[in-house]
């Protein structure tokens, strides 16, 4: 199942840094996007939007300010879902995302793999 990580931090005190981690740990396919250049456990990130295929998530830790740049390229990316993470919530980009025939979920993506709920 490929993941996509939007808003992805080189910063190990970051949540979407530990977010990557534990994708990966937990056996997913992760596609890091993200300003910074850098390296998650491997995995590197992205700085330009890649086109994909089959993606299954978007996990998304930008704030909803932030968000907007990126509306055209999410519903491009057809996901299953996206995740908004908490201080992600943005009720505009989830209007859309839904009349697009993707489901919404807002909770955390690190207690969603902690509880086997991912």
Known sequence: ?????????????RYSYKAV????????????IGKRKGNIDGIEIIQQLPFLSDVHTIAMYLS??????????????????IIFNPGT???????????????????????MLAGNQY
Do not use: F
């Open 1 to 13: 199942m490929k993941t996509v990580v939007l808003g992805a931090s080189p910063n190990p005190e």
């Open 21 to 32: 981690k534990k994708l990966k740990q937990h056996g997913y396919e992760v596609i890091a």
């Open 64 to 81: 909803p300010s932030n968000q907007k740049e990126y509306y055209d390229y999410i519903l491009s990316l057809k996901p299953q879902r």
């Open 89 to 111: 919530e943005n009720k505009e980009l989830a209007t859309l995302a839904e009349k697009n025939g993707i489901a919404v979920v807002e909770w955390c993506v690190l207690i």
